[in-house]
């Protein structure tokens, strides 16, 4: 029998965005927009994206990972459930990610936008996160989240 594990872990990314507020969160709340910055641009095939941008309701990603990679053929799921939308300030969203098919983690992620005097956006994520055995873990994750958000900036200079 495979011993069960998890690891907790929070993490904080803070970014400055020379875009409004209003065009940030537009990034996040249009389904066109969020999925070319945070589906598209992964190395894997997309096979399915779907969203409904309102406090209940979910988005669901499924990639499959292709030659070459950790896991060629594997799916990978995200799963996510938005828990607080407030328009141009905040998102705070309930995920969980599988490999597989398998459970790899389960986690609570808060988006902060905060207009700055210039007309920039603050942008404060902020992930905590329960790991299972078999997952990416935090640092990886972070690190994915870092990427995510640089995909981010290059969708706002569009």
Known sequence: MEERSVTHSTFVIERRFPSAP???F???ADPAKKRRWFADDRGMAVEEFEM???????????YRF???SPFPGVALANDTCYQDIVANRRVVMAYSMTLGGR???????TIELLPAEDGTTDLIFTEQGAFFEGADGPHRREGGWNHL?????AELAR
Do not use: Y
């Open 52 to 62: 409904d941008f309102r406090v209940g309701g979910r988005e669901h990603t499924q």
């Open 66 to 68: 292709g030659e070459g």
């Open 22 to 24: 209003e065009r940030v």
């Open 26 to 28: 537009a990034a996040f």
């Open 103 to 109: 459970r790899i983690s389960a986690s609570l992620a």
């Open 149 to 153: 958000l640089d995909n981010l900036s």
